[in-house]
């Protein structure tokens, strides 16, 4: 991985890529894979990626990042018509 990592380092570099924008690519992409990873949910990438959840949602906020891509769309039926074995699996 490291031989991977600097040939993209040495790419980048000769590409005039500036820091600055190499260093947001980099975020960009590693939060999105670990968001990927737990499907668009923000605590456990947050805690995956060990930083607050409220530092991990500025960061998507600020990096353009589109959280809803990665969920499966499955939205928690309204309450009065989940089945009680969901509503236990939720208290706990």
């Excluded at 737990?38 to 607050?52: D, E, F, S, W």
Aim: charged share 35%; proline share 3%; glycine share 6%.
């Amino acid at each position: 991985m490291k031989d991977q990592l600097e040939a993209l380092v040495q790419q980048m570099y000769k590409s005039n890529i500036l820091y600055s924008e190499a260093v947001r690519e980099f975020k960009k992409r590693f939060i999105a894979t670990v968001l990927e990873e737990n499907k668009g949910n923000q605590c456990r990438a947050a805690r995956q990626l060990g930083m607050h959840r409220n530092t991990l949602s500025r960061t998507v906020t600020e990096l353009k990042i589109d959280v809803r891509q990665f969920r499966d769309g499955g939205k928690r039926p309204p309450r009065g018509t989940r089945p009680a074995a969901y509503e236990r699996k939720l208290a706990r």
